[in-house]
Structures are given as C-alpha cells and as structure tokens.
Nanobody
C-alpha cells in the first residue's frame, strides 16, 4: 500500500499561483508514476499532470500546459504541482494518485490505471 497526503490548496485570486504537494509513504519503492487529477463540482474528474518516477518524464493536460509544472523529489517521496496564472476554471478538488505498476501504452491520463489516491485538496480561484 501507498498512502498519499496532499497539501497546499487554498483560495487565490485569478492570475495568482499556488504550489500543491503530495507526500507518499508506505511501499514507495513500488511507485512508477504519480499524477494529479482534479474534479470541479458537477463535472467529471479530469487529468492535470503526471510524472514518471524513474526518469522524471512529465505529461500535461492541454488546459494547463504552460501554466502548471509538475516535479518530484524522489528522495523525499514528494511530488509538486506548481500552478501559475490560475483561472477561475481551475477551481476544483485536486487529488494526487500513484501507479504502482508499469503499463504499456498511454495510461498517464486515465484515472483507472492509478492504484492509490489521496484525499484531495481544495483549490479555489476567485475572479
């Protein structure tokens, strides 16, 4: 099992920045990829960004590309999501998740391929 705890959410004005953190514990040696997803009220959960734990390769949703940056500190088992130029439409509960095994094909943006999930942290962007 891998336990995940998110932090760093809050209220920010449009154009502002926030940095989310996701700290992993437990069987962290099994982590292959960590991703961030978000869910706004009344909407489906959507992929935001992901990072491969072994080589640091990153992936982004088109809606956040150029504004958000995902990074990791493998020694501390922490992943970060730096969010700049925030927009009201970025308002959502942000959750981190871990893939505990390697998959072939494109799986980084599919929630069903993630094995462990955090509780989520609220991000609210006011206009």
């Amino acid at each position: 099992q891998v336990q995940l705890v998110e932090s760093g959410g809050g209220l920010v004005q449009a154009g502002g920045s926030l940095r989310l953190s996701c700290t992993a514990s437990g069987r962290t040696f099994s982590m292959k990829r960590m991703g961030w997803f978000r869910q706004a009220p009344g909407k489906e959960r959507e992929f935001v960004a992901a990072i491969s734990w072994s080589d640091g390769r990153t992936y982004y949703a088109d809606s956040v590309k150029g504004r958000f940056t995902i990074s990791s500190d493998n020694a501390k088992n922490v992943a970060y999501l730096q969010m700049n130029s925030l927009k009201p439409e970025d308002t959502a509960v942000y959750s981190c998740a871990v893939q505990g095994r390697a998959y072939s094909g494109r799986t980084y943006d599919i929630a069903g391929y993630y094995d462990y999930w955090g509780q989520g942290t609220q991000v609210t962007v006011s206009s």
